[in-house]
């Protein structure tokens, strides 16, 4: 057991400390500034962005420019980065340093997806050594004084593991911290996080923060991770999905590791929240999204309604609501709508517990990753590759 006499924990990237280790994964479609926002009112951390590419970053598209998009309550200001090109990514990173719109940015080496990793990029960079050599350098110098991370998997499958590699390259690179998702690229998102891994890179890599990702679901489990691997801070992603309470929650737990607050203190803060706090979180949500949505003539309600359907599910995990009533929510059409629908509720009906908590989104299932032809057949990027790679990020929309 640690001792409550534990230091504060924090985290340190470049100039920015963090009250509490504890960061948001980016997820896409998901952590655009509504619910970024909306994370933040309830614990501290670091709010990243969803996956923003660096060509169309380079390019301004319209979409890509609303993605990085910060309110001014945000700070630190977060943005992940997907690229396959060292000075493409060097020049989408130049970019927001010289416009000052990012205080933080991480770059993605995770993601398990087939139109990313059938060109390389992703999860499946990191096997081609010196691209991502080339890559990390090229960040890290443009950024200069503003922090650049790294958040990669374990590899693309069991076979072919990368991280230890690429976490040597990455720290020996200058990047800020390095953040290991505990499975593989064919793991996708199911089974059990390997936190194993996570000690292991820990221990090979001794001068930058180390954080773990991958099936923290509570404050408990943030802990646990941290005492069971020494990592220096958590990712969470899918765990706080209809949940933004969970952050909360995380502060408390990490309080309680410090000596800040007693168990007993930080039990009684824990969210458990009635139906209709789940219900005013809900609208709260939708108001933000259509403030981020809003463009001149149109101020977002409809688009906001839209997005906060694939929300529906996540917020009334555990909860007695109707399947009527569930299935008219996931088709809102207005804001009057959903407070129609959401005073047919019963308010003051309260958190069923262990149903409301636990697994939530997609895990998927174990299958082969996508790759281009040969990627396997070396650990250098062959010339014939170099053409996949440049198609593969100009396919590859921003967020």
Not at 32 to 43: I, K, P
Not at 112 to 136: E, N, Q, S, Y
Not at 313 to 332: D, H, I, M, N, T
Request: hydrophobic fraction near 40%.
């Amino acid at each position: 057991m640690t001792s409550l006499a534990t230091a504060t924990p924090k985290l340190q990237l470049g100039p920015i400390a963090l009250e509490v280790p504890v960061v948001l994964a980016p997820m896409a479609g998901i952590t655009n500034t509504a619910f970024r926002r909306l994370c933040r009112e309830f614990g501290a951390g670091l709010y990243v962005s969803e996956m923003i590419t660096s060509r169309a970053l380079v390019e301004r598209g319209e979409k890509t420019m609303r993605l990085i998009r910060h309110h001014e309550s945000e700070t630190p200001r977060s943005i992940q980065l997907y690229g396959v090109d060292p000075h493409t990514v060097a020049e989408a990173i130049t970019m927001l340093v010289a416009e000052d719109r990012a205080d933080h940015i991480d770059l993605n080496f995770g993601c398990p997806v087939p139109k990313v990793t059938r060109k390389g990029g992703g999860a499946a960079l990191p096997w081609k050594l010196d691209l991502f050599r080339d890559i990390v350098e090229a960040a890290v110098k443009a950024g200069g004084d503003v922090p650049v991370t790294v958040k990669m998997r374990k590899g693309i499958d069991s076979n072919h593991l990368t991280y230890l590699e690429a976490g040597r390259i990455a720290s020996g690179a200058g990047v800020s911290s390095i953040a290991l998702h505990a499975r593989t690229a064919s793991e996708f998102y199911s089974g059990q996080a390997d936190w194993s891994a996570i000690a292991r890179l820990k221990a090979a890599i001794s001068d930058v923060p180390v954080l773990g990702n991958g099936d923290i679901w509570s404050g408990a489990d943030a802990i646990r991770m941290v005492e069971e691997t020494g990592c220096d801070g958590v990712v969470v992603g899918r765990g706080c999905l209809g949940r933004p309470w969970l952050f909360g929650d995380l502060v408390a737990a990490f309080q309680v590791r410090s000596g800040e607050l007693t168990p007993e203190e930080a039990a009684a803060r824990r969210a458990r929240p009635t139906l209709g706090v789940v219900a005013a979180t809900i609208r709260r949500h939708t108001v933000l999204l259509a403030e981020f949505l809003s463009t001149d003539g149109d101020d977002g309600e409809e688009w906001a309604c839209r997005d906060i359907r694939k929300h529906v599910s996540w917020y009334f995990k555990g909860y007695p609501v109707g399947s009527e009533l569930r299935s008219a929510l996931a088709r809102v059409e207005s804001l009057q709508q959903m407070d129609d629908l959401l005073g047919q509720l019963d308010w003051s009906e309260p958190y069923p517990g262990d149903d409301a908590e636990g697994p939530r989104g997609r895990a998927g299932h174990p299958k082969r990753t996508v790759l281009p032809e040969g990627w396997l057949d070396s650990r250098e990027l062959a010339a014939a590759h170099r053409g996949e790679l440049s198609e593969g990020e100009a396919d590859t929309t921003g967020g």
